[in-house]
């Protein structure tokens, strides 16, 4: 009978230390920051979610981040902000926002330049680390995120903390899969951004989350997010123009929710896919063990 309480009260103990972490992908301009508001709160309601992660950096009309809208986005329960290639886009803005622990960008821009790339945070009492890393391919010429990527997870490791989250904002599928195989014993997590375009292999290998892309948030049915009448423009003539984000769109909230044990291993992850129309899909992961 003892025995039996004994696994009660452990269970109970190991359920309450379990952390349930959301990622949200590149918000792009209003419609993302707007199915933001309005589903959020609800889906962290409805998944017991602890905390949300989200890429920011083209939340504000496609291109970068303001404080208004960084605000936006905290008030409606986003909890960290990582970002990308156009983290540096609203200029006025971004240094105030980078003295904001909650908000990151690549940890891989060289030494001396403005922010950090890496986050620890207390959540419910337990330790989660964020990164943010930026890919080589079509990118600004940084370090080497795989080699830097490789110190932080030990580094991390050797200050204790299990619980990690690394958003690789790449361009190149193959180079996301290369950083995780490179990381993947020492993460609990790590989910592309900056395609825009959400891929179709979320797994658990082992004890690690991994998805190459998780999709944008905002409109669907223009190009990766912008109006189209620019991009085709510009394919058919040669001639640029500026982006713009959509008036009026179809729009999609992609969310990544990842239940974390107390050691840090990922055991458990959805996708939800939320369109503006209401439709709702839900995926399962896929696991296996290498
Ligand atoms: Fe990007």
């Known amino acids: 009978m003892a025995l039996i309480w004994l696994e009660l009260v452990l269970h109970f103990l190991q359920k309450k230390t379990n952390l349930k972490i959301a990622f949200i992908g590149d918000i792009v301009g209003r419609p993302g920051r707007k199915l933001i508001s309005h589903y959020l709160k609800k889906i962290k309601e409805e998944y017991n979610i602890d905390c949300v992660i989200a890429n920011g950096e083209n939340a504000s009309h496609g291109f970068g981040l303001t404080v208004k809208n960084a605000n936006e986005l905290f008030k409606y329960g986003i909890d960290i902000i990582t970002g990308g290639n156009h983290t540096w886009d609203k200029k006025q803005d971004i240094l105030a926002l980078l003295e904001d622990n909650r908000i990151l960008r690549p940890a891989n821009y060289p030494n001396g330049v403005a922010g950090k790339g890496v986050g620890i945070y207390d959540i419910n009492?337990?330790?989660?680390?964020?990164?943010?890393?930026?890919?080589?391919?079509?990118?600004?010429?940084?370090?080497?995120?795989?080699?830097?990527?490789?110190?932080?997870?030990?580094?991390?490791?050797?200050?204790?903390?299990?619980?990690?989250?690394?958003?690789?904002?790449?361009?190149?599928?193959?180079?996301?899969?290369?950083?995780?195989?490179?990381?993947?014993?020492?993460?609990?997590?790590?989910?592309?951004?900056?395609?825009?375009?959400?891929?179709?292999?979320?797994?658990?290998?082992?004890?690690?989350?991994?998805?190459?892309?998780?999709?944008?948030?905002?409109?669907?049915?223009?190009?990766?997010?912008?109006?189209?009448?620019?991009?085709?423009?510009?394919?058919?003539?040669?001639?640029g123009g500026h982006f713009k984000i959509p008036t009026n769109c179809n729009s999609i909230l992609q969310i990544l929710i990842i239940d974390i044990d107390n050691d840090g291993n990922a055991i458990d992850a959805i996708k939800i896919k939320q369109y503006s129309d209401g439709q709702k899909f839900v995926t399962n992961s896929y696991k296996y063990k290498n």
Do not use: W
């Not at 337990?126 to 080589?136: D, E, P, R, S």
């Not at 997870?153 to 904002?169: M, P, T």
């Not at 790449?170 to 375009?197: L, P, Q, W």
């Not at 991994?210 to 997010?225: E, K, W």
């Open 125 to 239: 009492g337990t330790k989660l680390a964020v990164i943010n890393l930026m890919g080589l391919f079509t990118m600004p010429q940084c370090d080497n995120p795989f080699i830097l990527a490789k110190s932080l997870v030990e580094n991390l490791q050797s200050q204790g903390i299990k619980h990690i989250f690394c958003d690789f904002h790449a361009e190149s599928t193959a180079e996301k899969r290369i950083m995780f195989m490179i990381i993947k014993d020492y993460i609990s997590a790590m989910c592309g951004t900056h395609t825009h375009v959400g891929t179709d292999d979320m797994q658990i290998v082992n004890n690690a989350l991994y998805l190459t892309d998780i999709g944008l948030t905002g409109c669907f049915d223009n190009i990766i997010g912008m109006d189209s009448a620019v991009p085709i423009k510009k394919a058919l003539t040669g001639l």
